[in-house]
């Protein structure tokens, strides 16, 4: 795509792509910006304004080299300065957790805006105020942007439907990111706080060929997308094998459109296991897994899901308990497990609350 722009040549056009060529003739400046990878016409964008161009140089995973061409307000620059040089850091930890950045040829840059942020392809509006507002070192807008270079703009929902793959994939990516940086119990933290704004109101997989998604009246395809993902870690049970997954739908459908379906065929294929199940309750149900539990006074634990669809019966959850933890998978129906007990002579189990999963204990089950 090509793109051009005149304004008043005290103004600059800032344009996705990379800056062919610029005239000036009768008091008005044509930038031309050309964009050499596909777009997605929603990424499409202009900015307009008395902008600073900030220039950073960046080297990949491969050792591929890309100068950053940021632009910023004048009286932002020495703010943009220091507080962009956390750009870097976050291409290089996307590119080794899902694969090479996907626009070397169109570079990156940031662009001051007017509203908070948007992932442009490769002209990011930035609007966040030059402060880290997610940790004492990230922007959130620059994390969660930057994602979408990856999760978006590169791999690409072919419906609003299965806008999840965008969104939650990039919420998701703001948790790997900060495990990446500050390791397992930053990524935990990130997420419980992102759990607590769940509303399980409409399914995350959407309405198809309808206009129906709107970002501020249903924010579960971010975060519970997310979490879906950090659910399905959680099932794994396998960290290399997981990462290996993202990498690997990622590098598959780079610069195309894809479905829901196109990722759990993914997740099948790795783990050699039919993950349907799995995708059926957490995309196409709104509710998520209830689980009632109880022990006995024989020191029998008595459990069961008491909301789930009905083939929903490959779960694992991973009970603590001493002397010894313990895996159950819950079905429809009541199932009983003894439990030895500990060197009090109690019985004492904990089941986490690290999943995608309502958990609470019931002392009437069974009865």
């Known amino acids: 795509m090509r793109l051009h722009y005149t304004v008043s040549e005290e103004l600059m056009a800032i344009g996705n792509g990379q800056l062919e060529s610029k005239s000036t003739i009768d008091g008005k400046a044509t930038y031309n910006w050309y964009v050499s990878y596909p777009i997605n016409t929603y990424n499409v964008t202009v900015y307009i304004g008395k902008f600073k161009e900030l220039k950073q140089p960046y080297t990949g995973v491969?050792?591929?080299?890309?100068?950053?061409?940021?632009?910023?307000?004048?009286?932002?620059?020495?703010?943009?300065?220091?507080?962009?040089?956390?750009?870097?850091?976050?291409?290089?930890?996307?590119e080794q957790q899902f694969g090479t950045y996907p626009w070397y040829r169109d570079g990156f840059k940031l662009v001051e805006s007017p509203y908070e942020g948007m992932e442009h392809q490769t002209a990011i509006a930035y609007?966040?105020?030059?402060?880290?507002?997610?940790?004492?070192?990230?922007?959130?807008?620059?994390?969660?942007?930057?994602?979408?270079?990856?999760?978006?703009?590169?791999?690409?929902?072919?419906?609003?439907?299965?806008?999840?793959?965008?969104?939650?994939?990039?919420?998701?990516?703001?948790?790997?990111?900060?495990?990446?940086?500050?390791?397992?119990?930053?990524?935990?933290s990130h997420l419980f706080f992102y759990r607590l704004s769940i509303k399980n109101k409409y399914p995350v997989v959407g309405v198809r060929d309808r206009r129906w998604f709107h970002f501020r009246k249903n924010m579960d395809v971010y975060t519970k997308g997310a979490w879906i993902l950090h659910t399905l870690r959680e099932?794994?049970?396998?960290?290399?094998?997981?990462?290996?997954?993202?990498?690997?739908?990622?590098?598959?459908?780079?610069?195309?459109?894809?479905?829901?379906?196109?990722?759990?065929?993914?997740?099948?294929?790795?783990?050699?296991?039919?993950?349907?199940?799995?995708?059926?309750?957490?995309?196409?149900?709104?509710?998520?897994?209830?689980?009632?539990?109880?022990?006995?006074?024989?020191?029998?634990?008595?459990?069961?899901?008491?909301?789930?669809?009905?083939?929903?019966?490959?779960?694992?959850?991973?009970?603590?308990?001493?002397?010894?933890?313990?895996?159950?998978?819950?079905?429809?129906?009541?199932?009983?497990?003894?439990?030895?007990k500990n060197n009090s002579g109690e019985w004492n189990i904990r089941i986490p609350r690290n999943m995608l999963v309502i958990v609470r204990e019931n002392d009437k089950l069974g009865e």
């Open 235 to 340: 099932q794994i049970n396998d960290d290399d094998l997981f990462r290996d997954i993202l990498k690997t739908f990622y590098e598959t459908y780079q610069y195309q459109i894809v479905r829901s379906k196109d990722f759990v065929a993914v997740v099948n294929e790795k783990t050699g296991r039919d993950f349907q199940w799995f995708f059926d309750q957490y995309l196409y149900e709104h509710y998520v897994p209830e689980l009632e539990y109880t022990i006995t006074e024989e020191g029998e634990l008595l459990y069961k899901w008491v909301k789930a669809v009905e083939n929903f019966t490959k779960f694992r959850l991973f009970v603590e308990s001493d002397p010894m933890p313990f895996v159950i998978e819950p079905t429809l129906e009541l199932q009983r497990q003894p439990l030895p």
């Open 62 to 94: 491969g050792g591929e080299e890309m100068v950053l061409t940021h632009y910023v307000l004048e009286p932002n620059y020495e703010a943009a300065q220091y507080h962009f040089e956390q750009v870097p850091d976050i291409l290089y930890s996307f």
């Open 127 to 188: 609007g966040n105020g030059y402060e880290n507002d997610l940790n004492e070192d990230t922007d959130y807008i620059i994390l969660h942007e930057t994602a979408h270079e990856w999760w978006g703009n590169s791999v690409t929902a072919e419906d609003l439907a299965d806008v999840w793959i965008q969104e939650g994939f990039a919420t998701y990516a703001e948790a790997l990111y900060l495990e990446d940086q500050e390791g397992k119990g930053a990524y935990d």
